[in-house]
């Protein structure tokens, strides 16, 4: 039985969506396209860890006036993982780099979780953009976090799963059994709906990996950085959207990532964990709409 999609009835079926590609770095780029191509302001959306652009859907949703372009990062969902590289940050930030100069360049950019990671490590590069979003940032090391017993586990798990045998490997990564767990892990919700709704979403998309490898490289990626390294030299405004209830960075660690930026706002959204994007998807878009809103003298 498919859990019904508590966005898209009333909001997200009123969009209008297009499904493009590019090549990106000797690779092919999947990405969608939501919104007028009018709309006043354009945001690129990196998703996070072995997610793709479906998770993001309910938070674009909520963003009226915004032509949202969503991605899905090399190596998952649908976009090819990148030839001849290692997945490392270095790559996903060049990648992300040359993606947003084809497809839309100068446009506003938002990241989650570890999409968060990736934006940060390519505007301090020099990805040209005039605002930064970074929605449930890694705040600091994730063995570090609340669950950091869980983290070193998760550690232990992604070794596993890329030494065994190919077959065994695989079929770990991908078990359902081990999905349902992290989903459990990280959902706060006590709505036995929208609770359905997000291990739906987990069961279908969170295996939606090219291969094993690039699922490893990404996920030493996500735990050995984090956005405290990038952000001194970020100069762009900046607006972090984060969970009073988030197990991976908390939210005193949230606070402290705020003063490394040069001029960054944090909004903070209670009783929610690291899925604001399915939980509180309201909230945070209405933060995000009051962020990329002209100021009163006119600029942006």
């Known amino acids: 039985m498919t859990a019904p999609h508590p966005y898209a009835a009333d ?57 949202v372009i969503s991605p899905d990062l090399p190596g998952f969902g649908e976009t090819a993982p990148l030839p001849g590289r290692r997945h490392d940050l270095d790559a996903y930030a060049q990648w992300l780099t040359a993606f947003a100069t084809s497809v839309a360049p100068g446009a506003e950019i938002l990241g989650h979780s570890f999409g968060s990671i990736v934006v940060a490590a390519a505007v301090a590069g020099g990805l040209d953009t005039p605002r930064v979003i970074l929605v449930n940032p890694i705040g600091a090391p994730a063995l570090e976090g609340p669950r950091g017993i869980l983290t070193r586990l998760a550690v232990f798990y992604y070794w596993a799963g890329a030494r065994l045998p190919k077959r065994l490997g695989d ?104 899925l604001i994007h399915y939980e509180t998807p309201q909230p945070a878009a209405e933060a995000i709409t009051r962020f990329l809103a002209p100021s009163a003298d006119g600029t942006r």
Not at 228 to 253: F, G, H, K, M, N
């Open 11 to 67: 909001r997200l079926a009123q969009i209008p969506v297009e499904r493009r590609e590019i090549d990106v770095l000797g690779g092919t780029t999947a990405y969608w396209v939501y919104g007028p191509a009018d709309a006043p302001i354009t945001l690129i959306a990196v998703h996070g860890f072995r997610g793709e652009h479906h998770g993001l859907e309910p938070v674009v949703a909520y963003l009226d006036g915004v032509r």
């Open 171 to 274: 079929a770990l990564l991908r078990s359902r059994i081990v999905v349902r767990v992290m989903s459990v892990s990280m959902a706060k919700t006590k709505d036995k709906a929208l609770l359905a709704f997000i291990h739906e979403q987990h069961d279908t998309y969170f295996s939606r990996f090219a291969d094993r490898d690039v699922l490893h490289d990404a996920f030493v990626t996500s735990v050995s950085h984090d956005v405290r390294e990038s952000a001194p030299r970020i100069t762009q405004r900046t607006l972090l959207v984060a969970a009073d209830r988030d197990d991976i960075t908390p939210i005193e660690a949230e606070r402290a990532l705020q003063k490394l930026f040069p001029q960054a706002e944090l909004v903070e959204i209670a009783g929610v964990g690291h």
